[in-house]
């Protein structure tokens, strides 16, 4: 796994997203900032090219977020750049996670699942496995 994070529209991550098996993009519950992003920014290349590959995933949601009628309109924004492919969903969902488990985790320099493995089931969806084996 590679994070690029802010580094998305650098000639390297083109590359790097040409060689991977998935592409995860991950947005958070800031919807303005992610409208603005989609009307001001172009396409970058990979977006297209690399179509296939996306996975889209809403981090820190809750149930409000998760009202069909919200994810129409996230859906709308998430296809502002390539509007000929249709609609785009969202693949997966995250919820929003306990501040205070999340502190704790971040104070210790561990995962949150190292400290609370019990929060394991959010992450469920991400897990791809086969024939009963984490891949």
Same mark, same amino acid.
């Given at each position: 796994m =590679? $994070? !690029?994070s802010s580094y998305w529209? #650098?000639? /390297? +991550?083109?590359q790097i997203f040409e060689l991977v098996d998935e592409?995860? *993009? !991950?947005? $958070?519950? $800031?919807? +303005?900032?992610?409208?603005?992003?989609?009307? !001001? #920014?172009? /396409?970058?290349?990979?977006w297209k090219t690399e179509?296939?590959? =996306?996975?889209? =995933? /809403?981090?820190?949601?809750?149930?409000?977020?998760? &009202?069909?009628? *919200?994810?129409? &309109? =996230?859906?709308?924004?998430?296809?502002?750049w390539d509007q000929e492919s249709g609609p785009v969903e *969202?693949?997966? *969902?995250?919820?929003?996670?306990?501040? #205070?488990k999340v502190g704790d985790a971040? +104070?210790?320099a561990s995962l949150l699942l190292e400290q609370f493995p019990e929060e394991e089931h959010a992450f469920s969806p991400l897990i791809h496995t086969y024939?009963?084996?984490v891949l």
């Open positions: =590679i $994070d !690029v529209k #650098e000639k /390297a +991550a083109q592409i995860w *993009v !991950v947005f $958070d519950t $800031d919807l +303005a900032r992610l409208t603005r992003l989609f009307l !001001v #920014e172009p /396409a970058p290349s990979w179509k296939r590959k =996306i996975k889209l =995933i /809403a981090n820190k949601w809750n149930q409000q977020l998760s &009202r069909t009628s *919200v994810m129409k &309109r =996230i859906s709308g924004t998430l296809s502002l *969202v693949e997966y *969902v995250l919820p929003l996670m306990n501040g #205070e971040h +104070a210790k024939k009963g084996r």
